[in-house]
C-alpha cells in the first residue's frame, strides 16, 4: 500500500499548475475540485468570488477544506464514478490526480454530466517524456520515487500526445496545453522541459 496523501498546500510559484489554473477560472463562477486535498485552490479562488465544492478520499484534508469549499464529498477515484447527483459546474479541475488512479478515462467520461454545457475542464497531469525521464531510459534506468514524475503512487503515465489521445477518447476536446515549471518558464521544447501539462478541455457534442 502507498502512504495516505498528506495534507498539502498551494504552490505560489508563478510556473507552478496551482498558479497556472487560477489564471484559467473566472470570476464568481461555480467549480468542481477533483482531488481537492486540503481546499487550496478553494481557498485561492474566493479572491475572484468562486464557488467551489471539493472532491477528495482523505478525511483529515477533507476537514480542513471544509472551511474554504461550499460542499465536500468523501470519494473513491478508483471507481470511476463522482457521483454528484444533478449537480453542474462551469469548471472542472484535476490538478494531478489523473495519473493516481486506474482508469483516468472512465473518470473523465463520467465528470461529462457534470459539466455545464459551455463548461471548462482543466487537467494537469505530469509529463513522462521531460528530458531527465527519457535520460534515465536511455541507460536503462525507470526507477520510482518519492514525489515527482515518477512518483511511487503514479498508476498511470503519459507524454503530452498519449494525454491528448486519452482526454479526446473519454469525450473531450482538447482547446489548448500549456507547459508548466521550466517549460513555462523557457517556452521552448515543452515536451522535454515541462514538468506537467495542462490541458484545457471542452466536451465534444459531435459523440
Do not use: W
Amino acid at each position: 500500500m502507498f502512504k495516505k496523501d498528506p495534507c498539502l498546500t498551494i504552490s505560489n510559484s508563478p510556473h507552478s499548475p496551482h498558479s497556472i489554473i487560477q489564471s484559467l477560472v473566472n470570476k464568481e463562477s461555480h467549480l468542481l475540485d477533483v482531488g481537492c486535498n486540503t481546499g487550496f485552490l478553494a481557498k485561492s479562488l474566493k479572491k475572484k468570488n468562486v464557488t467551489s465544492d471539493g472532491i477528495d478520499i482523505n478525511r483529515e484534508a477533507l476537514k480542513i477544506a471544509r472551511k474554504y469549499c461550499r460542499n465536500v464529498f468523501r470519494r473513491d477515484l478508483y471507481l470511476s464514478k463522482l457521483s454528484l447527483g444533478k449537480k453542474k459546474y462551469d469548471y472542472i479541475v484535476f490538478a494531478d490526480v489523473l495519473e493516481h488512479v486506474p482508469r483516468p478515462d472512465l473518470l473523465l467520461k463520467d465528470s461529462r454530466k457534470y459539466l455545464k454545457k459551455n463548461g471548462t475542464v482543466l487537467i494537469s497531469m505530469p509529463n513522462v517524456a521531460r528530458l531527465e525521464i527519457r535520460l534515465q531510459l536511455l541507460f536503462g534506468k525507470f526507477n520510482y520515487t518519492y514525489g515527482g514524475i515518477l512518483s511511487e503512487d503514479h498508476l498511470r503515465h503519459f507524454t503530452k500526445e498519449s494525454a491528448i489521445r486519452m482526454i479526446e477518447d473519454a469525450g473531450f476536446t482538447v482547446l489548448k496545453s500549456i507547459p508548466t515549471g521550466l517549460g513555462h518558464q523557457l517556452k521552448i521544447l515543452p515536451t522535454l522541459t515541462a514538468f506537467q501539462f495542462i490541458y484545457i478541455c471542452v466536451k465534444n457534442f459531435e459523440l
